[in-house]
């Protein structure tokens, strides 16, 4: 226990903290439970220098900015006619500057020379490329490499930074592979207990489902050293914690679902996403919220509504990411007349109020990993705590979260690689009677107060830093 007798937990995740609900939902509830709570984030601005602190929900958050000093360096290796343009234009202006300027030419004859070998390699790695018809591996820096880099001058120094910056802790949270690289190294500096939370299969997720086999070996390898520190895993569905059982040393499990708090819609509900996007009242809403990125059916939605019966339905996405301009493009395109919007991603505590506006929640995400097969959406656990129904992909665990409920279906399925497929499961929900409709949007609502709600997942958690901390105690004393 650390000096005030008050345990204390540091958590880290390499984000700024402010969207992520898992992260703000297990820091406030371990404040609640009687733990001082510091979250270490990553700044989002890029020019940021110092760390940058704020309070939010009684938690201390303290973002700090990725910095390395060998990023710069391989920059120039990844793009050398940077160094080109830089060392001529050195060059141009001390030989026209006069004496005062000669003094930099022999700098900037080295930065051409050097430049000269940069790209000289860059074109012979390209061409046994291309001689071996490896097409993926055209690009320079290759992908693989690159994101290697990433991996280390970033990620791991982000993540070096992260555990010096925390305060002395009785338990190092660390979310995601960065986050739990930054918990072990602020138990390595000061002692503690060190728990891994994923929130999804790491290597399967995102850039690195597509790394080349030795990258993601590599980092693979990393993962389970660090694992092997860790007191306990925790995750977000029994289907991922059984798959990491099988790649990682786990020692305990504990599933905690990404659920919201209980929330009762006001009996007159507000009509935010209906205003945000002008649609006309007598029109459906089809919603997507959450991240804009690569194989989450984004297209294939769109593609959704102008299949025959959704001529009068609406598509709203609302959220944040990489692919906001695709989506902007998906809007602005004349063949669905007007009827996609997107907006903005709303604060966690907000999102219910504008997510109940909508008829039925759309989650067509695309079975493009194994991280997607296993996943258990967020968005449809924020869909069920709103009483919106959903028309999801038909994936194992979320099949059975949606078809199988106790008290009936709460929502459709549909192969979402198939706009046809997915237009149909809306129109399921859409073409009943309302009576029936409503009944529907009730036994959501029923559902998520019953059963899939922070309340009854967060006590595993609280239960579980209880036990390892009362253990740990008993260890010292003995």
């Known amino acids: 226990m650390t000096a005030s007798d008050v345990p204390s937990v540091a958590m880290f995740v390499f984000n700024d903290a402010i969207l992520d609900s898992r992260v703000r939902r297990e820091a406030a509830t371990l404040v609640a439970a009687g733990y001082r709570v510091t979250v270490v984030g990553m700044a989002s601005e890029a020019d940021l220098q110092a760390a940058e602190t704020e309070s939010l929900d009684g938690v201390q958050i303290i973002r700090l900015p990725v910095r390395s000093r060998w990023l710069p360096a391989w920059r120039l290796v990844a793009q050398p006619w ?47 490329a291309s001689a071996r018809r490896r097409d993926r591996d055209l690009a320079w820096p290759p992908a693989g490499l690159n994101r290697l880099v990433y991996w280390r001058l970033m990620v791991l120094g982000w993540a070096r930074d992260a555990g010096r910056a925390a305060p002395i802790a009785d338990v190092y949270h660390g979310h995601d592979l960065p986050g739990l690289a930054a918990a072990v190294a602020a138990a390595d500096r000061s002692g503690g207990l060190v728990l891994y939370d994923s929130h999804e299969i790491f290597l399967e997720s995102g850039a690195y489902a597509d790394l080349p086999g030795l990258v993601k070996h590599l980092i693979a390898r990393q993962e389970r050293g660090l694992a092997r520190r860790a007191a306990a895993l925790v995750t977000v569905n029994p289907a991922i914690g059984a798959e990491l059982q099988r790649r990682l040393p786990v020692k305990r499990l504990v599933v905690v679902h990404n659920c919201p708090p209980r929330w009762t819609p006001p009996e007159r509900p507000r009509r935010l996403l209906r205003t ?37 339905s609406h598509v709203v996405y609302l959220g944040y990411g990489a692919s906001r301009p695709e989506v902007d493009a ?20 907000v999102l219910l109020d504008w997510v109940a506006g909508a008829d039925v929640g759309v989650i067509p995400g695309q079975p493009s990993t194994l991280n997607h097969w296993l996943s258990s959406p967020n968005k449809l656990f924020e869909a069920l705590a709103a009483g919106v129904p959903v028309a999801i992909m038909d994936f194992p665990y979320v099949h059975q979260l949606v078809l199988d409920d106790p008290a009936g279906p709460l929502g459709t399925v549909c192969d979402p690689a198939d706009p046809a497929s997915i237009a149909r499961a809306v129109r399921e929900i859409l073409e009943r009677p309302e009576k029936a409709r409503l009944a529907l949007r009730a036994r959501c609502l029923a559902a998520a107060h019953d059963r899939w709600n922070w ?3 967060s006590a595993r958690l609280v239960t579980l830093y209880a036990e390892l901390l009362e253990r740990a105690s008993t260890t010292i004393k003995g």
């Open 455 to 457: 309340e009854t997942e």
């Open 330 to 349: 998906l809007v602005a395109d004349p063949r669905f007349g007007g009827r996609l919007h997107v907006l903005d991603a709303v604060d966690p505590s």
């Open 276 to 312: 945000a996007a002008k649609i006309p009242p007598d029109a459906s809403i089809l919603l997507y919220h959450g991240v804009f990125t690569n194989h989450r059916g984004l297209e294939q939605l769109a593609e959704a509504s102008l299949e025959p019966g959704l001529e009068r």
């Open 82 to 128: 940077a160094l080109r343009r830089r060392s001529v234009g050195a060059l141009r202006r001390g030989v026209t500057g006069g004496p005062s300027q000669w003094a930099t030419i022999p700098s900037a004859v080295a930065g051409l020379g050097s430049a000269f070998a940069l790209s000289t390699a860059r074109g012979i790695a390209l061409a046994i």
